[in-house]
């Protein structure tokens, strides 16, 4: 049952507490109708004593067992398979995203939840490292050194409009924050406060079942600049997770930056995804290739971070080919309702301003929308001498939109790549003869973007430890870091060294008869075994 009002202390707040602040509704995005109940903001005063709670729950919680976590992550998945009926119905109400990709979004939040759950229970994320001491070392000798990482501190997570379960209030930061020992206090996006709270009750049950304290998690909901700007100032915050626009991640950078301590964000922003198509592949495939780049860029009407939004094609007869097949699937196609009415309205100014652009050629839009929040697909091309003479035009356009860029020869390839800003993705068409032939532009798209996809499509990021959902500015605020997969706990922990400690004191990654039985780099060897007088027999070389 939703109530209107966020939680924290694992309890809702009262309508006293928050109703002189405002209020929002969660809106059908398919009818424009409102949802209730209306959803009351959270004051400031509201804020501190989340943040109170949080950094008293601290302690407590960042000194649990990798066990301990693990089964209160589970605990949260398993609520939500079983409240998932609820969780989905809500959701596709304010969002209009289909049952079918919202069922797919809650596995893939379970999943990603015991993937971490997996992880810090098998402990050795930690990275514990350990140089014994070395007395009779000459000239000097060396104390005994050891390091593990430990938790950030309270962490602050922003839910994502686009991805309502996965990217939100039990989300892949959140989940990883929770896994690296952290409280974390979310901030529910308005544009599914209901399913925000539905998965709140979920998170602040497994807390009181798996005897918590009640300031491990805290859902707030507010205006976003007002609230936003307050929860990433505020002193007990140490990390921010956030996923949204360019312009609101840049603001919520600078508050962090300016604070008298400051942290860091780890915000996801910006991308627009090039993928090109090589000669070979063009020339016996792309038919094929034109119909999956048809259905990445309208995938969830072109509403992923990663749809490919540019496209790099040769000015010849095969790319033609591939061009029209494009551009009958997008006449053909239907207008679909967005996530919001701001998002639509943002994806139609964004359209309207390439049709402004006398450099650009409109080569086909779908049906005419019927106005609310409903957009169709449009497809446009430029010549490569005029985008890299505009370069604002590779910017991204959130929605089912891309830009066709033709150009002229291997070098204009090359020079437009090299001018395209940090990406999320990248992706190639090209036979094996076609990657041999162009290695040099896969060396400029690994600077550009966190992964590189060949003969595939974008959209669609697997929950997997190899995963890298991150990249150069404007992508991210942070190159060296993703936000999916396990190394997304990195985010939210620090290093810590150990010199010549009692065995007493020392964290259990560390102690020399190894109690975790986890992976240690013990004098620049991997093993499980104990600490012994000099370097273990069983290390394992690096």
């Known amino acids: 049952m939703v109530t209107g009002f966020s939680i924290i202390g694992g309890k809702p707040l009262e309508a006293s507490t928050e109703s002189r602040s405002g209020s929002i509704y969660g809106i059908d995005p398919a009818t424009g109708a409102k949802l209730e109940p209306a959803y009351h903001h959270a004051s400031v005063e509201d804020l501190d004593r989340a943040a109170k709670l949080a950094e008293e729950a601290r302690a407590t919680y960042s000194g649990l067992s990798g066990r301990e976590r693990a089964r209160f992550l589970r605990h949260i998945a398993a609520g939500m398979e079983a409240t998932g009926a609820e969780i989905v119905g809500r959701a596709h109400r304010e969002t209009a995203l289909s049952e079918a990709r919202l069922k797919g979004e809650l596995a893939r939040t379970v999943n990603q939840l015991r993937l971490f759950a997996h992880v810090v229970e098998e402990g050795s994320w930690a990275n514990a490292r350990i140089d014994p001491a070395q007395p009779e070392r000459k000239p000097l000798p060396r104390a005994d050194i050891r390091s593990v990482l430990r938790a950030l501190g309270v962490v602050a997570v922003f839910g994502s409009s686009n991805f309502p379960l996965a990217f939100s209030v039990a989300g892949g930061d959140t989940a990883s924050a929770l896994a690296a020992g952290n409280p974390v206090i979310v901030k529910a996006h308005s544009a599914h406060p209901g399913t925000s709270e539905l998965v709140g009750q979920v998170v602040c049950e497994s807390v009181r079942a798996c005897g918590l304290p009640a300031g491990v998690f805290a859902l707030l909901f507010g205006a976003g600049s007002e609230l936003g700007a307050a929860l990433v100032a505020h002193p007990v915050v140490k990390a921010v997770g956030f996923t949204g626009s360019l312009s609101a991640g840049r603001s919520l950078m600078k508050i962090a930056a300016s604070r008298p301590e400051p942290i860091p ?16 592949a063009l020339a016996t495939r792309g038919t094929q290739i034109a119909n999956g780049l048809f259905g990445s860029f309208t995938l969830g009407v072109g ?17 033609d080919a591939l061009v029209a097949t494009l551009k009958s699937l997008v006449e053909q196609s239907q207008p679909s309702a967005m996530l ?4 639509c309205g943002n994806h139609h100014s964004g359209v309207a301003a390439r049709k402004r652009n006398g450099a650009v050629v409109t080569l086909a839009e779908g049906a005419a929308s019927p106005g609310g929040s409903s957009a169709a697909p449009a497809l446009f091309e430029v010549r490569g001498s005029e985008m890299l003479r505009s370069p604002e035009l590779a910017h991204e356009i959130f929605g089912p939109s891309t830009l066709v860029i033709r150009y002229e020869d291997r070098a204009e390839l090359l020079a437009l790549l090299n001018a395209v800003e940090g990406q999320l993705t990248a992706t190639v068409h090209g036979t ?6 162009n290695i040099d532009l896969i060396r400029v798209l690994e600077r550009k973007a966190g992964r590189l996809v060949v003969n595939g499509f974008p959209t669609g990021v697997e929950v997997c430890h190899a995963m890298v959902h991150g990249g150069p500015f404007p992508a991210t605020s942070e190159s060296r870091m993703t936000s999916v997969g396990s190394q997304a706990i990195y985010r939210f922990v620090r290093p810590v060294c150990y010199q010549d400690f009692p065995q007493a004191a020392l964290p259990d990654e560390l102690k020399n008869e190894n109690p975790l039985g986890i992976w240690r780099l013990i004098d620049g060897e991997f093993t499980r075994a104990a600490v012994a007088s000099g370097v273990p027999e069983s290390a394992g070389k690096v």
């Open 265 to 280: 964000c780890f915000m996801e922003m910006s991308s627009s995804n090039p993928l090109v198509v090589l000669p070979e």
């Open 303 to 319: 509403q992923f971070c990663t749809k490919p939004g540019l496209v790099y094609l040769p000015r010849n007869e095969a790319a």
């Open 340 to 343: 919001t009415e701001t998002i």
């Open 432 to 437: 094996d003869a076609d990657i041999a032939a």
